[in-house]
């Protein structure tokens, strides 16, 4: 009984671990059910916040790629960008010293003092009063009788007496040899004066030098160059500084109108008295003639010099002229025309060359019959450019009556101003009408200035009414009352 017990409760008691075990699986499995299920929903929420991850992951690399192609491209351009270099110690040169240039090219260096009467203009009547002016010049060579100087035309136009002094005689400035103006260039402002070597002593002679010429062509910007020149008329003098800058196109107003030139700018000082004085480079060669400086408030260093390259041809030509001297008043020669300065303005409105234009022909003239015409431009007397009615009178005194001379014109035709040249046997001055010899009589047209003074250019309100100044001949009309230039056109030939 009791052992029938026992394994009653045996079995009970296995029954109940076994439905133990199964309760325990069955939660097992639930539970794992349910992580599973959770597991899910979790990995739903991952996925999906993954998804938006790569998502952002992706956009970020598009934008570090573009960013990147941004960088390369910028990367490109700046490797084609190049650095400054450094120099080498045997490149790092300190400031030079021009002690030597300047000892060495100082003899070949003159100051220039042109004594003359200087013309002015006041409201179509023209003055005449003494002036005295400075200037510089370069020897550039001799022939058997003469010591050859270049300088401006500035310099020495209007001269009616020339001197030089030598550098090696700067200390005795009352020793002064005189000079004659031998040609002219006013297209370049350049000219060549002469010394007769047999006004140079043997001192003189065994000291002076001729320039040596360089290549302005080879000249860099930046390099060093060396001025020296007759500053403000004290003596010479040497400046210093770099070459700012190459064909710079300058214009330069001169008293024969403005001139426009590309030069060498350096901001070595280049002052009054400079004019016509050296520029040069370390090696002591010349590779510029000075010639203006920027005179503007506030400007400093901008001084200009005409490129040897471009002067050394005109120069050459220059030299090969023939020395001529003022002639006698009774025995000057005359063309027989009335030259009168056109207008700047007048110039750029009809295109008109710059020279001396031919307002009248005396009837029976010299140049009447060479076949010179109202209306024609002289631009050339001989080899010498004339640039201006006060030019050609000046040059005129050089000319005795007899003489021939090649008379350069520009005449206006259908295709423009056409060039000729015409040979002038010269006429008496004294012939012509109404010649004075006197001080006061130094051109062809004295006579009929007194003939335009006081004229009532309103014509009663009728005819001319606006007029233009064409210098001291008198006034040439404009336009009439109806606005018409039909008067002008015939005067120049259109």
């Given at each position: 009984?009791?052992?029938?017990?026992?394994?009653?409760?045996?079995?009970?008691?296995?029954m109940?671990?076994?439905?133990?075990?199964?309760?325990?699986?069955?939660?097992?499995?639930?539970?794992?059910?349910?992580?599973?299920?959770?597991?899910?929903?979790?990995?739903?929420?991952?996925?999906?916040?993954?998804?938006?991850?790569?998502?952002?992951?992706?956009?970020?690399?598009?934008?570090?790629?573009?960013?990147?192609?941004?960088?390369?491209?910028?990367?490109?351009?700046?490797?084609?960008?190049?650095?400054?270099?450094?120099?080498?110690?045997?490149?790092?040169?300190?400031?030079?010293?021009?002690?030597?240039?300047?000892?060495?090219?100082?003899?070949?260096i003159?100051?220039?003092?042109?004594?003359?009467?200087?013309?002015?203009?006041y409201?179509?009547?023209?003055?005449?009063?003494?002036?005295?002016?400075?200037?510089?010049?370069?020897?550039?060579?001799?022939?058997?009788?003469?010591?050859?100087?270049?300088?401006?035309?500035?310099?020495?136009?209007?001269?009616?007496?020339?001197?030089?002094?030598?550098?090696?005689?700067?200390?005795?400035?009352?020793?002064?040899?005189?000079?004659?103006?031998?040609?002219?260039?006013?297209?370049?402002?350049?000219?060549?004066?002469?010394?007769?070597?047999?006004?140079?002593s043997?001192?003189?002679?065994?000291?002076?030098?001729?320039?040596?010429?360089?290549?302005?062509?080879?000249?860099?910007?930046?390099?060093?160059?060396?001025?020296?020149?007759?500053?403000?008329?004290?003596?010479?003098?040497?400046?210093?500084?770099?070459?700012?800058?190459?064909?710079?196109?300058?214009?330069?107003?001169?008293?024969?109108?403005?001139?426009?030139?590309?030069?060498?700018?350096?901001?070595?000082?280049?002052?009054?008295?400079?004019?016509?004085?050296?520029?040069?480079?370390?090696?002591g060669?010349?590779?510029?003639?000075?010639?203006?400086?920027?005179?503007?408030?506030?400007?400093?260093?901008?001084?200009?010099?005409?490129?040897?390259?471009?002067?050394?041809?005109?120069?050459?030509?220059?030299?090969?002229?023939?020395?001529?001297?003022?002639?006698?008043?009774?025995?000057?020669?005359?063309?027989?025309?009335?030259?009168?300065?056109?207008?700047e303005?007048?110039?750029?409105?009809?295109?008109?060359?710059?020279?001396a234009?031919?307002?009248?022909?005396t009837?029976?003239?010299?140049?009447?019959?060479?076949?010179?015409?109202?209306?024609?431009?002289?631009?050339?007397?001989?080899?010498?450019?004339?640039?201006?009615?006060?030019?050609?009178?000046?040059r005129?005194?050089y000319?005795?009556?007899?003489?021939?001379?090649a008379?350069?014109?520009?005449?206006?035709?259908?295709?423009?101003?056409?060039?000729?040249?015409?040979?002038v046997?010269?006429?008496?001055?004294?012939?012509?009408?109404?010649?004075?010899?006197?001080?006061?009589?130094?051109?062809?047209?004295?006579?009929?200035?007194?003939?335009?003074?006081?004229?009532?250019?309103?014509?009663?309100?009728?005819?001319?009414?606006?007029?233009?100044?064409?210098?001291?001949?008198?006034?040439?009309?404009?336009?009439?009352g109806?606005?018409?230039?039909?008067?002008?056109f015939?005067?120049?030939?259109?």
């Amino acid at each position: 009984m009791h052992r029938k017990n026992y394994w009653r409760s045996l079995a009970a008691l296995a029954m109940a671990a076994c439905i133990m075990s199964v309760s325990a699986g069955s939660m097992s499995v639930a539970a794992q059910e349910a992580t599973e299920s959770e597991r899910i929903k979790i990995g739903s929420d991952f996925s999906k916040r993954e998804k938006e991850e790569m998502d952002t992951e992706e956009t970020e690399t598009e934008t570090e790629s573009e960013a990147q192609k941004e960088n390369a491209s910028d990367q490109k351009i700046g490797n084609l960008i190049g650095t400054t270099e450094l120099l080498e110690e045997k490149d790092q040169q300190s400031l030079p010293d021009i002690s030597a240039v300047a000892e060495n090219v100082m003899p070949s260096i003159v100051a220039i003092t042109n004594a003359g009467v200087e013309t002015i203009s006041y409201y179509g009547t023209e003055y005449q009063m003494d002036s005295e002016s400075t200037g510089s010049g370069i020897i550039v060579g001799k022939n058997d009788s003469e010591l050859l100087i270049a300088t401006n035309q500035h310099v020495v136009e209007g001269a009616e007496e020339l001197t030089v002094c030598f550098t090696v005689d700067a200390e005795d400035k009352d020793k002064l040899v005189p000079a004659q103006v031998k040609g002219t260039d006013s297209t370049w402002d350049l000219a060549v004066i002469a010394v007769n070597l047999s006004d140079i002593s043997e001192d003189v002679a065994g000291k002076i030098k001729v320039a040596q010429m360089g290549d302005s062509d080879q000249t860099e910007v930046g390099e060093y160059a060396v001025a020296i020149g007759n500053a403000l008329g004290y003596g010479q003098s040497v400046t210093f500084g770099i070459i700012s800058a190459l064909n710079r196109e300058i214009s330069v107003s001169t008293n024969n109108g403005v001139v426009t030139n590309p030069m060498i700018q350096t901001d070595a000082a280049i002052n009054f008295g400079n004019s016509g004085g050296a520029l040069l480079n370390l090696k002591g060669e010349l590779i510029g003639i000075n010639s203006a400086k920027a005179a503007e408030t506030g400007v400093e260093g901008m001084g200009y010099a005409i490129p040897v390259n471009t002067a050394k041809p005109i120069i050459e030509d220059l030299m090969n002229q023939v020395t001529r001297t003022k002639v006698r008043a009774e025995d000057a020669g005359a063309l027989g025309l009335v030259p009168v300065d056109v207008s700047e303005e007048a110039r750029q409105i009809y295109n008109i060359p710059t020279g001396a234009f031919v307002y009248e022909l005396t009837e029976g003239s010299a140049a009447e019959k060479a076949g010179i015409r109202e209306g024609d431009i002289i631009v050339k007397l001989d080899k010498t450019g004339i640039s201006s009615k006060s030019e050609l009178l000046d040059r005129m005194q050089y000319y005795a009556a007899g003489e021939t001379v090649a008379v350069t014109v520009k005449r206006s035709g259908s295709d423009g101003y056409e060039e000729k040249v015409i040979e002038v046997e010269l006429g008496k001055k004294s012939d012509l009408p109404g010649y004075q010899n006197s001080a006061q009589d130094d051109s062809d047209t004295q006579d009929s200035e007194e003939e335009t003074e006081g004229s009532d250019n309103s014509q009663d309100g009728e005819g001319y009414q606006d007029w233009y100044d064409f210098g001291g001949r008198g006034q040439i009309p404009f336009s009439d009352g109806n606005g018409d230039l039909g008067d002008l056109f015939r005067y120049f030939g259109f």
